[in-house]
Every structure is written in C-alpha cells, then in structure tokens.
C-alpha cells in the first residue's frame, strides 16, 4: 500500500492521550532550583534602583540575579537593510538601566520550590522614574511623541516602500472607481496550551549546558544562547520533549530560556522556569495588532486596477530574534496582492515600537490581516459597482499558471476559482440563500486567499535578514533489524511528525511503518535545523526526510543487486526487502548484516553502514496552497451578539500525507481565526498596564461559540516538494476573520453599517447600530 495519502492511526496518540507524554513541566532533576522574574510593573521608565536583599533573606531563595550579575550578551535581531530602513534594537536578556514594557525581566529569583520563588519575587523592590509611555501605534507616530528607543527617531524601526508601479496616480486618477478601506486589528496572544518554560542543567561530564525548553527553533536557542553565554556552541545542547503548541510564539528566543541557561551554568545546580499563564498573557510575545490604509482602482466591468497600500504594524517595545520587527510589515508588504491579478501597486510597510511587550508571529503572520483588507475592498466595489460579491471575485481571481505578480511573486499552479465556484456551489445547494433573504439578520460571507508555504532561502533572502532561514536537513540510519531512525531539524508542536514524516519515508523505502522512527528536536543529532513555522514542515522538512530516505533506498538497491549478483536496473525495493526481476530476494536484514557485520563483502568503495543525509531547499518563490472559505452567521440586533450558523472551507494543499491530520489543522487555524474576528484582543490602559491578566478579561472562544466546520479538499500537486504536498499549517487562521468579516457585514446591510475593524464584539455592534440609528 501507498502510505501517503492515507489517515493511519497517529504514532503520537497512545502516549500524548494517556497521559504518558514527556512535557517540560515534567522533567524533575536533582537539586532542581525553580525560577522567576522580577518583571516591570510601568511600562516606561530608568531603573534607578533593583534591591534584592529582602529576596534573598525568603527562606528557601538560594540566589537572585540581575543584569550586572550575569554579565551576558544582548539579543539582537538585524535585517542587512540601510538605517533608513532598519533600526536594531539590542534585547537584553535582563533589562538593565531602561524598562520598555509591562512585564519586562529585571531580575531572575531561584528558589528550592515553586512557593518560595514567588515570596522572593514579592518581596524584590525595583524603583524607578517612570517615563511617559507610548502606548498605540497613533501615539508612537504623533510628532514630539516619546521615544521608546533614542536610536529610532519616529518610534519607527522598519520603513520600507517594497513596490511601487510607475504611473499608479494616473491609474486611480482615471478610474471609473475608487474604494478605500481603513481597518485595525487588535492585538492577540497565540495562546499555546502549553506556556513556555525551560529546564537548564550543566553537564560537568559533557561539558555541555543542557536546555530542555519547548521551542519551535532548537537550533537557533543553541545559537543565541552560546552567543549571549559566550560558549561555544558543542557547549550548548538543546532538547524539546512533547510540547503542547506554539503557534509562531515559540519560534523566537525568548530572554526567559536565555537567563535559565545563564543561572544554571552560574550555580551548577539544575533550574527549572514554568511561564504563568498571567506572564503568558500580559509578558510573552504578542502578535497582530496592525493598521491598514488601502485604496483600490476598479473599472466599470469590476476588473482590480491598482491597490495602493499604508500599513503599520505596532510591535511592541523589541525586535525579535531572528526575523526583527519587520516580519509583519514585510510579510504584508510582499504578498497583499494575494490570489488577484492587481496589474498596479504601491505600499509602505512600517513597524512602530511602542511601550508594550514585543510581537513575534503567529500562525498566519499578517496574512489574515492582509486578506481581510483586499476582500473589504471586493466587497465594497461590488456594492458601489452593483456587483454580486462572488462574481467580482471570479473576474480578478487567478487563474493561469504559473503567474507573476506585480509583487514579483511567481505563484504556482492552484485551484483558486474553483474552490471559490465549490464554496458557493455548496452553501446555494444547503439553500441558506434563502435563509439570508428571510426577515432573519443573517449574512453570508466569503474570502479568497493563498498561504504561501514552504519559504526557501531565496524567499526570506528577499527580506534581507541576517539569519535566512530556508533549507533544513535529515538523516537516516537502518540498523541491523531493519528499524530505520529519521533524525529531521523541523520540530512538531502538535502536527503529528512522528506519523507524516514517518509515512513519507514508509513509502520510500516499502517498509511497514511501525518500523520507522522518527527523532526530531535534539541539537546533538542533527548539524543544524530551523524547527518548524511558515508551515515548512511537510514542504521543507519532508522533503528532505524524503531524499534521505531516498539516497538509503539507492544504498539498499545497490547493496542488494551486489548481493544478488545482478544488475541494479534489475531490481526493486519490495516488503523489505530487495527483489530481483527474477524473483529472487535478500531481506533489509540480510543486507544490513553484511552492511555493518561482514564490511568484506561488500562492493568495491562502498562504505560500511546504512545511513543517508540529505538536504533541501525550495528554490524561488516557494509554493502556495489556497482555499476558500464561506460563512453565514445571524445577528442579534438587541445584544450584537454573532452566532456562526454554517462554515464551509474548501482548501488545496496538494498532496495530503495524512487527510485527517491536514483536517485537523484547518479546523484548529479556523477556530484561532474566529476569535481574532469575534473575541480576543489584549488592550492597554493609558500607562501602559496591560488589561488581560487572566481570561477573565482575555475571552478565548470555547466548543459553544466555535462552529462545526465542513472541509472539501481540492488536490494540486506540487512540482517543487518530494511529497507533491503543500503546506496547510496556516491556512484556516488566514481565510477565517475575512469570511466571518463579510458575513457580518452581510447581515447588517439593510442598516448603513459597516464595520472593518476587529474583533467584532457585541458592544461594538450595538455601538455602531446606535449612531446609525438602527437601534435606541
């Protein structure tokens, strides 16, 4: 049988559904210290004092140390762009004279047990001058406003204008329509099940500092962590057991797991550090908010002329490591044409700083921000132009491959109008058209998109970042029972890698799969890695598992004709064995006994051993999934409360390795969409304190609010990865807040109002029925 394509029962399951599963809060060592912070309480503002002798006398506090103690070196995330461009900001792992944000790391208590800690963080004493805060993108950008950062005048750290066609103001000059879009988005936290948290011991034996910490990017914590450790990096290992998410969150270096490390190698004791979930909320890394400023030129048939585009992006007090502030601004600035022929275009991309804990990506990066503006535009042109939304659509969409945009982006082949045409088709066939037309407040929305995926070298080499993050690397081995052991760099948090890797590799070398293993988030195993994010690992990462396995195939068919005394072309790989076109055979065992046990029987220069490397890269521009995503909700005009009625996603990702699994990250990405729309944004008071300390006050959609979603799945290959697949990490959250946007939208069009900015909350509906009139 053909393992690809088939949704096998996942490796994972027994041990993460029974509780057996290895996660860091698990890991309990010897003379373990358990760690916190001393965090900021302003969110601007000179340290002029961090007094520390009333921790130290907390009966249990062993040590407490601040930035002076620890001596390390800052975190600093670069773009090689020119200072007009870029400004660095060099994170320091424990804030020194300067406070940036609520919640900041000052100092770092370590106690016998996890009570003591906190009594020792209670009774820390920091003063400060607190400084006036900068607490909006707006107020960030307003002249004469503080600056976060001396070196970044504006509160600007990227501003860079990526496209700009020639004679687009003679476009939207002539014509015949013009529509325009301003749009927020609010501010969001990833909200891994799992908060962060890290287990540092110093091997004395090894000479290594060994880090267990749930990360998404092992290989670049090592990286970072020997840099501000000032080691060299064979000093340095780093371990992930399960991990319960990430979601981008955990694909930065945070300064938390960088001061554990730092502790442990100072007292040579193991430390333990376990994020609470009101650190996780209000001090960790945030995601989202930005603004947009769009106009479009449409002619009078509904055919996209031009876009020209303003977008800021608020990310917080720091640049983060490695993809900087300009992840969001870039990401946006690069691929906001989207699934549009859009023959003219002009942005301006720019990241502010201001006085609130920095950004760093989450599942989507700015794409579901950037489709949400485009299908606003759609949607207003075809009001103005007396369009159905879905027909206007259908004439920009593309629809001829390969085709380069004006962006310069070369997309693949996809099945952009037909899953759009499947979409509508579906929910006319469920007859809610007419439900729409009743006397019900009931809307029906749509949005279009790609995810581009499976981002190369050459891609993230465009954005011209100091750490291009492209390639990643495997490793096979086949030991004398015929086990094969997969060592990959790309790291799961959730996407069952130990069941898709594995049935990739099942399939290469026609081995049953119980008997591949698949290891993956460990520093010593494999030269270097860049985890998992930008859905890169079935593209990326797969691909790689793939040539391994396929130079291991080549080495066994090689070995086995030997054997056989025959010629290569004559055999074949067969149930485990090598199988000649004569019917005889010699078993993976067989061939690895003379492989490892009897070297003098193999062929002349052949090596002893069954181990392939491999590599890979997408080269140019990657490859793009697509889906479409319909929606219908109904609204309470009494309470502006938005109920999902029915949601219907028919997406294209290639070659589904394992259709369940593809499944289950479209209804997870679509759920993560939904409360972006609807529910969850952390908010700031003037002072900068944080509002969303619990989720009291942070409103996380839950079974009730989250609709039962139907997934269709379209399949075109794709010509650059070794599996056909693309990825299909990110696409739910992507597609999700625009379809429920115009749905809402829909339902509120016999009153006048419309709304852009989200979430969508009830007050906000009931507030904009109010000055419309529609409401008393």
């Known amino acids: 049988m053909s393992w690809v394509g088939t949704s096998v029962a996942r490796r994972e399951d027994p041990r993460l559904l029974t509780g057996r599963g290895r996660f860091v809060d698990d890991i309990h060592l010897p003379r373990m210290l358990h760690a916190q912070f001393v965090r900021s309480t302003v969110a601007h503002g000179t340290v002029t004092g961090v007094d520390l002798s009333r921790t130290l006398a907390v009966p249990g506090v062993v040590a407490a140390f601040t930035a002076g103690d620890l001596e390390l070196g800052d975190i600093t995330a670069m773009l090689d762009r020119p200072p007009s461009e870029f400004v660095p900001t060099a994170m320091p792992v424990l804030a020194r004279d300067r406070v940036r944000y609520v919640g900041e790391p000052i100092a770092i208590v370590l106690a016998e047990d996890p009570y003591a800690v906190e009594d020792g963080i209670e009774a820390a004493k920091v ?179 031009g876009i020209d585009a303003d977008v800021v992006c608020d990310m917080g007090a720091y640049s983060c490591y490695p993809f900087t502030a ?140 100091a750490v291009v993050p492209g390639y990643d690397l495997a490793e096979i081995r086949m030991d004398l029972s015929a086990a094969v052991t997969v060592t990959t760099g790309t790291l799961s948090h959730g996407q069952s890698h130990e069941t898709t890797l594995a049935q990739i590799v ?140 029915r949601y219907v996603c028919v997406e294209d990702c290639g070659v589904a390795i394992h259709p369940q699994v593809v499944e289950g990250q479209c209804r997870g990405g679509i759920a993560q969409g939904i409360a972006g729309a609807l529910f969850e944004q952390v908010t700031y008071d003037a002072q900068g304190e944080p509002s969303c300390a619990s989720f009291i006050d942070y409103k996380v959609p839950t079974a009730l609010e989250i609709p039962e979603v139907a997934i269709h799945h379209l399949e075109t290959p794709c010509e650059f990865t070794e599996s056909g697949a693309k990825g299909a990490g990110e696409g739910g959250t992507i597609g999700a807040p625009a379809a429920v946007l115009n749905a809402v939208n829909d339902a509120l069009r016999r009153t006048g109002v419309e709304l852009d900015d989200t979430p969508i909350r009830p007050e906000t509906v009931q507030r904009a029925l109010q000055r419309h009139g529609a409401i008393r």
Not at 393 to 401: A, D, G, H, K, M
Not at 436 to 462: H, L, M, N, P, Q
Not at 616 to 627: E, H, I, M, W
Request: aromatic share 6%.
């Open 127 to 305: 003063t400060y001058e607190v400084l006036p805060p900068v607490v909006s993108d707006e107020q960030a950008l307003a002249p004469g406003a503080p600056l976060v950062h001396a070196a970044a005048t504006a509160n600007t750290l990227v501003d860079v204008s990526m496209f700009a066609t020639e004679g687009i103001d003679d476009v939207f000059a002539g014509a015949p329509c013009v529509v325009n879009v301003r749009m927020k988005t609010g501010r969001q936290n990833a909200l891994p099940l799992e908060t962060r948290g890290a287990v540092a011991n110093w091997d004395a034996r090894d000479e290594q500092l060994l880090v267990q910490t749930c990360t998404q990017v092992p290989h670049l914590v090592r990286t970072v962590m020997a840099d501000c450790l000032r080691l060299a990096e064979r000093n340095v290992r780093v371990l992930v057991p399960d991990m319960g998410g990430g979601f981008g969150l955990k694909c930065v270096v945070g300064r938390e797991e960088i001061a554990v490390g730092a502790a442990a190698l100072r007292l040579r004791r193991p430390v333990k550090w376990i994020e609470d979930r009101k650190d996780a909320l209000t001090a960790s890394f945030l995601a989202r908010e930005q603004r947009y400023d769009l106009r479009a030129a449409f002619d009078a048939d509904g055919r996209i002329l």
């Open 326 to 465: 300009g992840i969001e601004p870039l990401m946006a600035s690069a691929e906001l044409p989207g699934v549009y022929r859009v023959p003219a275009y002009r942005v301006r991309g720019r990241a502010v700083t201001t006085n609130k804990a920095p950004t760093a990506p989450y599942r989507g990066v700015s794409r579901p921000q950037i489709v949400m503006v485009v299908e606003r535009l759609f949607e207003r042109a075809a009001r103005e132009l007396g369009l159905d939304p879905v027909e206007i659509r259908r004439r920009n969409l593309i629809t001829e491959f390969p085709y380069t945009g004006v962006n310069g982006v070369t997309y693949d082949p996809g099945s952009y109008l037909e899953s759009l045409d499947l979409c509508e088709r579906i929910l006319r066939d469920e007859d809610w058209y007419s439900v729409r037309d009743s006397d019900r407040v009931v809307g029906i929305g749509y949005s279009c998109f790609s995810e581009r995926t499976g981002y190369g070298s050459a891609a993230f080499a465009k954005r011209k970042m």
């Open 506 to 645: 099942a399939d290469r070398l026609g081995l049953d799969l119980a008997q591949v293993k698949i290891h993956q988030g460990d520093t010593d195993r494999v030269t270097y890695g860049f985890g998992s994010f930008a859905s890169r690992s079935a593209t990326i990462g797969g691909s790689a598992v793939a040539r391994a396995a396929t130079a291991l195939a080549d080495r066994l068919l090689h070995l086995g004709a030997h054997l056989l005394e025959t010629r290569r072309d004559q055999v074949g790989l067969h149930h485990g064995s090598v199988r000649a076109h004569d019917g005889r055979s010699v078993s993976f065992e067989e061939i690895a006994d003379v492989a490892y046990l009897k070297a003098h029987l193999l062929p002349e220069g052949a090596e002893p051993g069954l181990t392939a490397r491999a590599s890979f890269d997408v080269q140019g521009d990657g490859t793009f999934s697509n889906a479409a995503h319909g929606v219908v909700v109904e609204l309470d005009p009494g309470t502006g409360r938005v109920r999902i009625l």
